[in-house]
């Protein structure tokens, strides 16, 4: 690489991080979610963790009751035990300790989508999707929130990437480890992990006839073993089958009479296009072209193209539980195919001008999705980016 590359990885490592440090988003209540992951990390500080079982069994007495509210699970392991360690570690309070582990999430899944995507595609995939990456209006409020969402992306994103280079170096044990951990701790972190799950085994079903990489038994091994040992943990922390299986019913009997989820989760099979149309249309729209022109021999494109396809397939169907939040998982791979479609547009110009076309242009939607992240969560104060709240944002109704 040049100096000048390396220069320009370190400006946008720079603005992406500052965006993500620096708190500038307007909301300034404790949201409910915020409250109920400070309430278990409280809860995990006073007790021990060796009482999570206590914990869980509180949880299940509390929602058991006819007239309880709907309260968050606590065996979101991951993010739970990470603020925890944040707070033992730093001494701040226990909702900055959330704050910062989704921040330190968001940063991450900057850098490896910038590092995965010049692994897909070269240096100037690489230095387009990573500045895309960086001024990402949803990225950058999962950074400012102590909400599980960006954490959970991170460790979706990584499955992803560690999948990819294992189907493509599947003697180099260190991807299929990478992928082990990463499937192990997406699963400890979110129920959201049951999709993003089904749609890496419809991957790897789907290889066997898009040859996008090499697949052996050890990779099929892990894709099963990885979150059969989550589940241990999970049965673990639960104290038992019972109180786990007790957890999640508990949880959807509640969501499904949830007032707010009622008027709020629910929507038709499109209702994501619908919220990303409506946060950044411009990566929505170009991100959809890409995926018009997919074909086998684009390997990268085809790839991310089924990713996002296969966890929408799911994610759309779930009712009372549609919110643009659990869309970040998708903000990585829609970035690639838009910097897919900026590279096929111009594939018949000169290298020169075809250059500074495209940066001209991945510059100008960089400061879109800063104006966006201004306009939605600076000026109107967002806290959860429902369809009411965005289109009161954008003056479509009141």
Known sequence: M??????LMALIAAAGI???VQHSATFAKTGPDELYYQTFVDKVEGQGLLSYPAIVRDYIEYQARP??????????????????????????????????????????????????AWRLGGLPAGLGVFALMAFAPMQIYSAQRGLIDGFFAFWALLALWALWEHLHEPRNKKWLWLYGISLALMVLTKENAFFVYLALVGILVANRWLKIGAAGWPLYVVTVAAPLVA??????????????????????QKSVNWEYALK???GPWYRYLVDLLLMEPAILLLAVGAMFRV???????????????????VMSQVRYGINLRYANIWDMPLRWLVFSNLMWLTS????????????????LLCLMGWQEYHLFFVEAGIYDPIPSALGRALNIFK
């Open 2 to 7: 040049k100096p000048l590359h390396y220069a």
């Open 18 to 20: 500052f965006l993500r």
């Open 67 to 116: 007239q309880s509210i709907l309260i968050l699970p606590p065996l979101r392991l991951s993010f739970i035990v990470s603020a925890y360690v944040w707070k033992k570690v730093t001494g701040v309070e226990t909702l900055a300790a959330t704050h910062a582990i989704a921040c330190v999430a968001s940063i991450l899944t900057l850098l490896i989508a910038g590092v995965f």
């Open 231 to 252: 589940v241990l943990v999970l049965l673990v922390a639960a104290g038992g089958l019972t109180p786990l299986i007790d957890v999640y019913r508990l949880n959807v």
């Open 264 to 266: 709020t989760g629910d």
């Open 295 to 313: 074909n086998t021999k684009e390997k990268a494109t085809l790839y991310l193209t089924l990713f996002v396809g296969l966890t929408y397939l």
């Open 348 to 363: 018949s110009m000169p290298a020169r001008p075809r250059t500074v076309l495209v940066s001209g242009i991945v510059v």
